[in-house]
């Protein structure tokens, strides 16, 4: 079965700090791996994709097969990075989880001035 | 582009009765989700329309039902209505060759049951 694990309900840093973001993940197959942001009162948005392998407002995240963990990181957070944050996956295969997303239930990032 | 949209934003119901849910696609976009949002936690997949059929179900009752428009509009039935049901639903689109995983979130209705 696929489950996405974020162990951190909250998190705060301060500003200029480095932030890492943590996601486990399972799933029997080779998955497609993103991480989500839903900043106040916007809706839920694509933040990246492993597939991508871009860096997206500073943000950069490396799907560690070994681990099966896809965390979330930038060198100095900044105050407007203050959001929750969601990792999910998709299967690739058809048929299967292609095409549902499976979150995790998110972190909630604070960063202070 | 206008997004997506959804209506209505609030909604509030008793136990029992039905609810349509309505979602509308970004120009472009043939694949809808939708998609259970309780209180604290991430999203649950609840099912997938693709070109007018259903193309996937997350491990929801059958009273949830939908319906996709060849305009590539959606709705999301629920019938009989409980308690555990209040929750924010949200409708996702993709766009035609885009990663399936790669979705275009609506604000959301908020439904509450009493």
């Known amino acids: 079965a696929q489950r996405v694990t974020q162990p951190e309900k909250l998190l705060s840093v301060f500003k200029g700090a480095p932030v890492e973001l943590k996601c486990n993940y399972s799933?029997?197959?080779?998955?497609?791996l993103f991480w989500y942001v839903q900043y106040s009162r916007q809706r839920l948005q694509l933040l990246l994709r492993?597939?991508s392998r871009e860096s997206i407002k500073g943000f950069t995240a490396d799907l560690n097969k070994g681990e099966t963990s896809f965390h979330l990181k930038k060198p100095f957070a900044q105050e407007e990075d203050s959001a929750m944050y969601y990792c999910?996956?998709?299967?690739?295969?058809?048929?299967?989880?292609?095409?549902?997303?499976?979150f995790g239930r998110g972190t909630q990032l604070t960063v202070w001035p | 582009e206008t997004g997506v949209t959804q209506s209505p934003t609030h909604l509030i119901k008793t136990r029992g009765q039905q609810v349509t849910l309505r979602c509308s696609s970004q120009?472009?976009?043939?694949?809808v989700s939708w998609y259970q949002q309780a209180l604290g936690q991430g999203p649950q997949f609840i099912f997938q329309?693709?070109?007018?059929?259903?193309?996937g179900r997350g491990n929801f009752p059958p009273r949830f039902s939908g319906l996709q428009f060849p305009n590539y509009s959606s709705e999301l039935n629920v019938n009989a209505l409980e308690l555990d049901d209040s929750a924010l639903y949200l409708c996702?689109?993709?766009?035609?060759?885009?990663?399936?995983?790669?979705?275009?979130f609506g604000p959301g209705t908020r439904l509450t049951v009493l």
């Open positions: 996702a689109s993709s766009p035609v060759g885009a990663s399936a995983g790669t979705q275009y």
């Open positions: 799933y029997s197959g080779s998955p497609e």
């Open positions: 492993h597939i």
């Open positions: 999910a996956l998709s299967g690739r295969r058809r048929g299967s989880t292609l095409g549902r997303l499976y």
């Open positions: 120009s472009g976009h043939n694949t």
């Open positions: 329309y693709y070109r007018e059929e259903e193309n």
